[in-house]
């Protein structure tokens, strides 16, 4: 795997980063089943009979996504408030991914451009770079489209926003991710993509997914970056 990360790092012209998992845990202090929870209350509010799936679902951007499912875009966008609310009040206690910043730092010392692609609110993300003092490295930050969760990864489109961005081809763009919305996102955009696998269970499910290349954690990225 070595030879294969150098491989891919020295032929890479921009860096793309999700933010869960490769930046910091965003929930690490503010659990995501208890934010799903809220939002289900949220749900409730507005006299949505919720079934038991939705009701006990612990992904808050899971209940957004099947809320815009459903079709009522007032009810979408009170879910999509609390929840960009909830990620601005978690990102505050968001644990850092170790060798993250260094992956951050690294890339930019190597000249590439860094840019953020989440299914978060670009907002959230915004205020940790900030608060970490990573802002000044990372441009763009493209969040989730407001109220609009159909468009969310692994829909290509905000991939596709941070390439047009950073001025490379998709070709030459490399995204790390942890999910595999991150790897099938990559691949409709035509971008390489690194799987971050922060759990053992995901090492098979990226390969299956045909990530084109695997790591179990930031510090390879960090020391390829460094030799490049």
């Known amino acids: 795997m070595s030879a294969d990360l150098d491989r891919l790092l020295a032929g890479a012209g921009a860096l793309l980063l999700d933010f869960d998992g490769p930046v910091c845990s965003v929930f690490a202090g503010y659990p995501a089943p208890q934010v799903a929870a809220e939002l289900v209350g949220v749900l409730r509010r507005h006299g949505v009979d919720v079934p038991p799936d939705l009701a006990s679902e612990p992904d808050p951007l899971e209940v957004l996504r099947r809320t815009g499912a459903a079709g009522d875009q007032d009810v979408t966008r009170a879910v999509e408030d609390a929840l960009c609310a909830a990620e601005c009040r978690a990102v505050e206690t968001a644990e850092p991914t170790p060798y993250g910043r260094e992956v951050i730092v690294a890339a930019r010392q190597a000249g590439l451009p860094v840019a953020v692609v989440s299914n978060n609110s670009a907002g959230a993300v915004s205020a940790y770079l900030t608060a970490h ?35 490379e081809p998709a070709s030459q763009c490399l995204l790390i991710g942890d999910s595999l919305s991150d790897i099938k996102g990559a ?42």
């Open 187 to 228: 691949r409709a955009a035509g971008v390489r993509v690194i799987g971050y696998a922060n759990r053992p269970a995901k090492v098979d499910a990226f390969r299956a997914a045909e990530a084109d290349g695997v790591v179990v954690s930031m510090v390879a990225i960090a020391g390829a970056l460094l030799s490049l």
């Open 133 to 167: 003092r990573l802002a000044a490295y990372i441009s763009p930050v493209v969040g989730r489209v407001y109220a609009d969760p159909d468009r969310m990864k692994p829909n290509p489109e905000v991939i596709l926003q941070a390439v047009h961005a950073v001025g």
